[in-house]
């Protein structure tokens, strides 16, 4: 996510504003087709939904194993940066997908939670969904906290 438009730590509005623009996604998120639902700093949670394209077509007709994963990740993602209210970017360091049922080509919604947030990293879970509630897939992960660039730099 690009924040040096802003100053660094980003109030709701300006996450609100910053990610509801597709033009602020990096260009992953936006692949995947990226839309911010609704996010809470103090609850560590945020929900977010993603539209598979064509191309993310498995021979079975569903969304392959690794944009189901990139979903996941990129919603626990923006989750540990939006606890952080971006002033520390959030690189994986470990994840762990299990896949429940295959993820059909429509729109699903993710959403990430910290678990535990300490000074030098981060413990998240995932799930997707469809619309109606149905459990695709579920992960966790570990993150290190890093800053982000400040403008300028």
């Known amino acids: 996510m690009r924040t040096r438009e802003v100053g ?3 109030n709701d509005e300006e ?4 990610l509801g623009s597709p033009a602020n996604h990096p260009p992953s998120a936006r692949h995947l087709g990226f839309e911010l639902i609704d996010f809470s700093v103090d609850g560590g949670w945020a929900e977010v939904a993603f539209t598979p394209r064509p191309e993310f077509a498995n021979p079975q007709g ?3 194993g690794g944009f189901v994963c990139a979903m996941l990740d990129d919603a626990m993602g923006v989750t540990a940066s939006i606890s952080q209210r971006f002033d520390a970017m959030v690189p994986t360091l470990q994840i762990s997908v299990s896949y429940l ?3 059909p080509m429509t729109r699903v919604l993710a959403r ?4 535990r947030m300490g000074t030098a990293t981060a413990h998240l879970q995932g799930v997707l969904r469809l619309g109606d509630g149905t459990l695709l ?11 982000f660039p400040k403008p300028g730099r």
Do not use: D, F, M, Y
Request: glycine share 4%.
């Open 8 to 10: 660094l730590p980003l």
């Open 15 to 18: 996450i609100r504003r910053l």
């Open 62 to 64: 569903s969304v392959q």
């Open 101 to 103: 049922r295959p993820t």
């Open 112 to 115: 990430g939670e910290v678990l």
């Open 137 to 147: 897939a579920t992960a966790a992960a570990s993150a290190v906290l890093r800053p």
